[in-house]
């Protein structure tokens, strides 16, 4: 199973990739080009490709849509300044030929946060419930502490098994 995590710069992709393999926070740095690692979820492998999220790079991450199952959209829930902009790239990807059928899981990450939107006001700001054709869920997580991730994940698996 290929999966892409993408995200505005800042957002936590690579804070939730170690976290998802390692099952511990470790020490990034802003990811410029890609993390490629194997993350194995009770019987399911999935190649999680963290794609790094500065301006510069997204308009790259198209490059690596090519038989992607699935994508992990993470969403800094405090940073409502760039909501539009994570939107409009959200928007972008899913607009993709090859992402059509891929299925979507947003985490509104950095929940731990006092000033965190809602993953209901998130969901509405990224414009998720006109989302007809993709299957999504939007999970609210933080990746630091480790909430929400298995829960987007056993999400996800099942989604992906239910695809076979």
């Known amino acids: 199973m290929r999966i892409l995590i993408l995200g505005l710069d800042g957002a936590g992709k690579t804070t939730v990739l170690y976290r998802l393999q390692v099952r511990e926070v470790v020490t990034t740095i802003p990811t410029i080009g890609f ?6 979820y009770k019987n399911l492998k999935f190649q999680v490709w963290d794609l790094g999220g500065q301006t510069s790079i997204r308009p790259h991450w198209r490059c690596y849509s090519l038989n992607t199952n699935a994508i992990i959209y993470v969403v800094d829930s405090c940073d ?5 902009i994570s939107k409009s790239e ?9 992402l059509r059928k891929a299925i979507l899981v947003v ?8 000033q965190a ?3 209901p006001e998130m969901a509405n700001s990224l414009g998720l419930p006109a989302l007809k054709d993709q299957k ?3 999970f609210k997580t933080s990746a630091t502490k480790g909430t929400g991730l298995d829960e987007a994940v056993e999400w996800l698996g099942e989604a992906l098994k239910s695809r076979q």
């Open 35 to 40: 993390n490629l690692e194997t993350v194995t």
């Open 90 to 98: 959200l928007v972008a990807m899913l607009e993709e030929e090859e």
């Open 80 to 84: 409502r300044d760039r909501i539009g």
């Open 136 to 138: 999504w869920q939007i």
């Open 107 to 114: 985490f509104a990450n950095k929940q731990d946060m006092e």
């Open 117 to 119: 939107m809602t993953p």
